[in-house]
């Protein structure tokens, strides 16, 4: 995660991402108890986060670390901040 | 599996205390100090159907003690003899707990010691999804109990192009690992051998190793902690280093230190929180990239990531189809819980009505039982346990409904479909099917309440669920809105149901902001298990097991009810007339008006008089209602019929009598006050069942805190109501 090229990409909350994007988790805008949550998930720092499909009202269905599916609502995508095209996984 | 099934001898409850070694009664040596493995895992991992392969039916699933966290404990007999016990823990995604569930497996694991810490664990790992298993993985291996990985779902693990190299996997972890297929059976010898080894040896598991900083700080923790760390000491030293919990003195300065040189630009002084809370990202971080590692040297990945169960995602969860294939599946549930039910609940109730009650009975006559035993049997005990029983079909296909939507994975994608619109009464959008099924009867939405993890949003729900008009109100308000509201009876019930839902949606607001204000509007987060083919023995011997379990809590609030009703309608009040007819009142041999039931009745009523049906008729049919609502209009036709025998000649004559009681209550305000009585009948206790259903899922305590809330609401509706409508017309 210490590449400088990937820390000069912009970030941006994967609700700005469109379908069928891959992109790198940078970080999690939420609190302790939430970012533990996550990461049990695999949202951690450096996982790959490929946007499966957009449910009604903002929903995104996610796969992390290529194996992980998982649903968050447009509140638990802006909390996830990505960057471009990932290049792990 | 059937002599298991049908002896309660040979199901044997397996405690953590070590079974003694005189219930050893159906022969086999029993070993007098039986080990104990339990079942770690993420959920949907196939752990249950593994426990199941294990153990078969010897089995038993019940609260762990001390905690309203559903566990299941067995039996298991190895090839290679004795016995041994097996716990299926819930699933949980890590060991710091989120929920009791979670709660159990970190206590068991982490805190217990001697007898009560368990001998191996197995963990259950998905072949399928090994990144995020290691994780969890990781977590055990630091708490230094011997481990047994389980490596399930090789089968689709395979189908997706993965080639898992299993003994390399166990080199990298350095513990056995045996794939299963626990569907099929596939493996578990040879997982068996492993296991009986590992409780031979009882070697700690090597913990997975971290980043060069982490591991130098756990070993100074470590070390300054000393012997008093107990086998989990690497667990403590993580914990401290996360914040956890206080550090003894002894150790204090070198943990501090330690936190102070991995988290340098952490701010103790703005938030002393913070250093924790950097280390804990770290931790996580440094036990990803590790799982990432052991992947990427023993899974080789070829063939597309896309799987085809997200190509049913694409439609099941998308934004046009999602919805209406919800509301499809919704549909299908009430259908199989009202339609399908009901004539197997009927025919259970008429074999006792029938037969049973008549056998009995002949059998007493037989033995000249006095009377009073008589009636006792036929029509306290008997129709108590046939009610009772009547419910046992329903509760099976509700069992069954809930694991094939659980299991297949469907589950997941209703909650997310319509997450925003539970959000109304802040509960999670898997709330909705509890509340659908409790439409048709709120006995088995209690029991769905089950699929909330969230103990305190379960506990919400399981006091909403009696505000949902269930089918056996429908034929009460059908009765009344027919007799007093002629053409409009139709909308009047229309009505009924549009103020049930505006009741829980109402209620839930309320009850959020009074008791309910620590539950948090959390974003939604849900892993979406691949669709799977539920495996049928499992449910089968699931479904029987939760059967049994709500048989026997429900039981004695059921026999008991029905048998003090029917004492309280056997015995005259003192003082009682005679009949016209000139025979004597005696036990069992009294009107209705004149029994204990209408004085308590009688007693009651004046309570109702704000509400505009001070009289004993409407109170005695709430009475009997709090019984079991399908009941309220026999009783009503019993206490007028007794009571006024003329009027049961002509047509409709139940009617006119209800009409002039509330004619006369209500002082000419007819249709307010039978309004109001509705509605009391909406929100109040919806029968006994539903209390005992009520206190197998939420306990005692809170189950009466409910009744009391319900009679309030019920009390305050109906009063407002009537006010109202007086003032109106
Ligand atoms: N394909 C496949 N499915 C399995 C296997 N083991 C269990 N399942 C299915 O996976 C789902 C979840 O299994 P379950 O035992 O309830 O998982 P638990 O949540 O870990 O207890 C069920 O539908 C099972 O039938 C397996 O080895 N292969
Ligand atoms: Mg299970």
Redesign the pocket.
């Known amino acids: 995660m210490s590449a400088p090229e990937i820390d000069a990409a912009p970030e941006c909350p994967l609700t700005d991402r469109p379908v069928g994007s891959t992109s790198t988790l940078r970080r999690v805008g939420a609190g302790r108890v939430r970012r533990r949550r996550l990461a049990e998930l695999g949202f951690v720092p450096g996982a790959t986060i490929e946007i499966l499909g957009r449910g009604g009202v903002g929903g995104l269905v996610l796969a992390v670390n290529a194996d992980t599916r998982v649903a968050v609502d447009a509140a638990g995508a802006r909390e996830l901040w990505v960057h471009g095209e990932g290049r792990r996984g | 599996m059937a002599e298991g099934l049908l002896t309660r001898r040979r199901v044997r409850p397996v405690l953590l205390e070590k079974p003694c070694c005189t219930d050893g009664a159906d022969g086999g040596p029993v070993d007098a100090a039986a080990a104990q493995v339990v079942l770690v ?12 392969a294990l153990t078969g039916a010897r089995q038993h699933v019940g609260n762990w003690p001390g905690k309203t966290v559903a566990v299941a404990r067995g039996t298991w007999r190895p090839a290679g003899g004795g016995e041994v016990g097996v716990v ?1 823990l819930p ?1 949980t995604y890590s060991l710091v707990p989120d929920s009791p569930d979670e709660e159990l497996t970190r206590e068991l694991l982490v805190d217990a010691s001697g007898p009560g810490r368990p001998d191996v664990v197995v963990a ?1 790992l998905d072949a399928s999804n090994l990144t995020r298993n290691l994780y969890l993985y990781a977590q055990i291996a630091d708490t230094g109990i011997p481990v047994v990985v389980a490596l ?5 693990a395979r189908s997706r192009g993965l080639d898992i190299d299993t003994p390399a996997l166990g080199r990298a972890l350095g513990v056995p690992v045996v794939p ?5 059976g596939q493996g578990v010898d040879e997982l068996a051998a492993v296991v009986l080894r590992a409780l031979d040896e009882r070697v700690p598991a090597t913990p997975a190793p971290l980043d060069t900083a982490l591991e130098d700080a756990v070993a100074a923790v470590s070390t300054a902690l000393g012997s008093e760390a107990g086998p989990a000491g690497r667990w403590r030293a993580l914990a401290l280093l996360e914040g956890g919990g206080g550090a003894p003195e002894h150790a204090r300065d070198v943990t501090a230190r330690a936190v102070a040189d991995l988290a340098p630009e952490a701010d103790p002084a703005a938030d002393p929180d913070d250093p924790a809370e950097e280390i804990e990202l770290r931790i996580a971080e440094a036990r990803y990239a590790w799982a990432h590692d052991v992947l990427g040297a023993t899974v080789g990945r070829r063939g597309p990531r896309i799987t085809w169960s997200d190509r049913a995602d694409r439609v099941l969860t998308s934004r046009w189809l999602g919805l209406p294939i919800f509301l499809a599946v919704m549909w299908g549930v009430f259908e199989a819980t009202t339609a399908v039910a009901a004539p197997l609940q009927g025919a259970v109730q008429d074999l006792f009505d029938g037969p049973v009650s008549d056998g009995l009975g002949r059998v007493l006559g037989l033995v000249s039982a006095p009377e009073w035993l008589t009636g006792l049997v036929q029509d306290g005990l008997v129709s108590g346990v046939g009610q009772l029983l009547s419910f046992a079909p329903l509760m099976a296909i509700m069992f069954v409904l809930l694991a094939v939507l ?4 469907y589950m997941a994608r209703a909650a997310f479909v319509v997450d925003r619109l539970m959000r109304v009464i802040g509960l999670p959008g898997k709330a909705f099917l509890p509340i659908i099924v409790g439409f048709g009867c709120n006995v088995p939405a209690l029991a769905g309440t089950r699929i909330l993890r969230n103990p305190r949003q379960r506990l919400l729900l399981g006091l909403l669920i009696p505000f949902v008009s269930c089918s056996a109100r429908l034929t009460v308000y059908v009765l009344l809105a027919g007799i007093f509201f002629g053409s409009q009876a139709g909308t009047m019930v229309f009505v009924m149901y549009v103020l049930s839902i505006a009741l829980v949606v109402g209620m839930g607001w309320v009850l959020r902001r009074v008791a309910f204000r620590d539950l948090v509007d959390d974003p939604l987060l849900l892993e979406l ?1 691949p669709y ?4 049928l023995r ?1 449910m089968g011997v699931q479904t029987w097991q939760k059967l049994r379990a709500f048989l026997r809590t429900a039981s004695g609030i059921i026999v008991a009810t029905v048998t003090a009703v029917w004492l309280l309608s056997s015995i005259p009040m003192p003082g009682a007339q005679a009949a016209p007819s000139g025979e004597p009142v005696s036990f069992g041999h009294v009107a209705p008006a004149d029994s204990v039931f209408g004085g308590v009745s009688r007693a009651v009523a004046p309570v109702f008089a704000p509400a505009g049906f001070d009289d004993w008729h409407a109170s005695a049919a709430l009475v009997t209602g709090f019984v079991a609502k399908e009941a309220v209009v026999a009783t009503t036709a019993q206490t007028y019929s007794a009571e006024e025998p003329a009027d049961v000649h002509r047509a409709g004559a139940l009617g006119t009598a209800l009409h002039d009681t509330f004619e006369r209550t209500s002082g000419g305000h007819v249709v307010p006050a039978v309004l109001a009585f509705m509605i009391f009948l909406l929100a109040y206790t919806p029968c006994m069942t539903t209390v005992a259903a009520q206190r197998a899922e939420i306990g005692t305590r809170a189950t009466l805190a409910g009744i009391g809330m319900q009679l309030a609401v019920a009390w305050i509706l109906a009063v407002a109501v009537f006010q109202i409508g007086v003032l109106l017309t």
């Open positions: 895992g993420n959920p949907n991992v196939g752990k249950s159907t593994l426990f199941n299926d699933g259950t399930t779902m090789v089968d689709v299963v297929v626990p569907r099929s659980e299991d297949s994975g298990p799977r083919r539920p495996t499992v």
